[in-house]
């Protein structure tokens, strides 16, 4: 069965720092393109980051860039999204997906 478990959520002061990581199991980790997708409650999915199935292929929204970044290690089948410099607007549950799997998402709230 494909499984993505994504962990690494919680609260945040505005201006800090979170790393979330994606455990892969059940596929081809390392053959597959993989997204951080996250959503605001009551408003639809946003896409974050992508990146290709070797790691040296990277995207990002306009809104994250020079703030997160988005890596993988195909060895341990994880997939990290490092969030620096968060703001309450970042508020939300991050996703990872390889776009036929979603993970069950990590909660992210910046506060104070």
């Known amino acids: 069965e494909e499984q993505l478990v994504e962990s690494g959520g919680g609260l945040v002061q505005p201006g800090g720092s979170l790393r979330l990581s994606c455990a892969a199991s059940?596929?081809?980790?390392?053959?597959?393109?993989m997204s951080w997708v996250r959503q605001v409650p009551g408003k639809g999915p946003e896409w974050v980051s992508s990146?290709?199935?070797?790691?040296?292929?990277?995207y990002y929204v306009d809104f994250v860039k020079g703030r997160f970044t988005i890596s993988r290690d195909n060895a341990k089948n994880t997939l990290y999204l490092e969030m620096n410099n968060l703001r309450p607007d970042d508020t939300a549950v991050y996703y990872c997906?390889?776009?036929?799997?979603w993970g069950q998402g990590a909660r992210v709230i910046v506060g104070s």
């Open positions: 990146i290709n199935d070797e790691g040296d292929s990277k």
């Open positions: 997906s390889s776009g036929k799997t």
């Open positions: 059940g596929f081809m980790f390392g053959g597959y393109g």
